[in-house]
């Protein structure tokens, strides 16, 4: 079965830095483009940052210089760093695979970020 299983959420303060992995299995790792989703309440959810295969990568703006996302085929892992947080950070962050030449998408079951003073 499929499993993308994120992890590294928690409780940090303004200014301060979470890495979020999210480890996939059930899927050929290398054609999928991973990404991060994050979900706020009462929002909707938002595409944060992606890595296609190609290594690619997009951003949303209002995380452009101080979040990085990148991926290791070997581990099937995709990574989240996320520096200078904001409280505004703070949601729930989804993994995602998509592959839209299979018309696939797999999404995990998500981690909290709380971004609190």
């Known amino acids: 079965q499929v499993q993308l299983v994120e992890s590294g959420g928690g409780l940090v303060q303004p200014g301060g830095s979470l890495r979020l992995s999210c480890a996939a299995s059930?899927?050929?790792?290398?054609?999928?483009?991973m990404g991060w989703y994050r979900q706020a309440p009462g929002k909707q959810r938002e595409l944060v940052a992606d890595?296609?295969?190609?290594?690619?990568?997009y951003y949303v703006d209002s995380v452009k210089g101080r979040f990085t996302i990148w991926r290791d085929n070997a581990k099937n892992t995709v990574y989240l760093q996320m520096n200078s947080l904001k409280p505004e950070d703070t949601a729930v962050y989804y993994c995602?695979?998509?592959?839209?030449?299979?018309?696939?998408?797999?999404w995990g079951q998500g981690t909290q970020v709380t971004v609190s003073s």
């Open positions: 059930g899927i050929v790792f290398t054609i999928y483009t």
């Open positions: 890595i296609a295969s190609s290594r690619n990568t």
């Open positions: 995602n695979a998509a592959n839209t030449q299979l018309h696939t998408v797999h």
